[in-house]
């Protein structure tokens, strides 16, 4: 089936050590979007890329960063994460002009 | 700036109940409106979607939503709740038009179904 993927599932790092995280489509749709779930709050947007084009929320800090090699793979950087990027960190995908969202199934990301 | 305000971060019901969850939006333009949907463990899965034509939309699993502009409402229901339907819900706006979804998510409702 196609489908959004996320890896991996949970991703454990230290104080100020870089991680990636990665996730990977088979729809073949134009735009994917990055967002951080904390704890009992709302999903927010972190940014995006529709095709090559990235397009960052202006709230989002500058020690998140993103890297969409090609159409199926997008890569979220955490260059130095601090205890409060601790959250679940959500992939989703979309067509141009279509107003579904799919979701991959999430990285819990811990940081001691 | 677009919105949404969800009442109440937990209900609980019966199961064979009426299920509300209760959805508030805030928008400068006619919104687009949804409904997702987080199992535990997974991501979230669309519900059903508001976009401008019928106000009573119809989702998946039994769930509908109506949109009630004098209201700025857009709550969720299902006649009778069943155990799978324990999930949490996110009701959530978009901005129409453009080549991507700018959405924009409430805070979340836990539904807890009681046998």
């Known amino acids: 089936d196609a489908m959004v993927i996320q890896n991996p599932r949970y991703q454990v790092t230290q104080f100020g050590k870089p991680v990636t995280l990665s996730c990977s489509q088979t729809?073949?749709?134009?735009?994917m979007y990055w967002y951080q779930q904390k704890s009992s709050q709302a999903p927010k947007l972190l940014f995006h890329?529709?095709?090559?084009?990235?397009?960052n929320e202006a709230d989002t800090p500058d020690n998140f960063q993103s890297r969409r090699p090609n159409t199926s793979f997008c890569f979220l950087d955490i260059r130095s994460p601090g205890l409060g990027d601790a959250a679940m960190y959500l992939c989703?995908?979309?067509?141009?002009?279509?107003?579904?969202?799919?979701f991959g199934s999430g990285t819990q990301l811990s940081v001691l | 700036a677009q919105s949404v305000t969800q009442l109440g971060s937990h209900v609980s019901v019966s199961e064979g109940a009426l299920v509300l969850l209760r959805c508030n939006y805030s928008?400068?333009?006619?919104?687009?409106l949804f409904w997702y949907v987080q199992y535990p463990n997974q991501g979230l899965q669309l519900l059903l979607k508001?976009?401008?034509?019928?106000?009573l939309v119809k989702g998946i699993n039994g769930f509908e939503a109506e949109f009630k502009k004098s209201e700025t409402s857009f709550h969720l229901t299902k006649p009778s709740a069943h155990m799978s339907d324990a999930a949490e819900y996110f009701c959530?706006?978009?901005?129409?038009?453009?080549?991507?979804?700018?959405?924009?998510f409430g805070t979340g409702t836990k539904l807890q179904v009681i046998p």
């Open positions: 989703a995908t979309s067509r141009p002009g279509y107003e579904k969202l799919f």
């Open positions: 729809l073949n749709h134009n735009v």
């Open positions: 890329y529709y095709d090559k084009d990235f397009n």
């Open positions: 928008s400068s333009v006619p919104p687009y």
């Open positions: 508001y976009t401008s034509a019928a106000t």
């Open positions: 959530a706006v978009s901005d129409p038009g453009g080549g991507y979804q700018k959405v924009t």
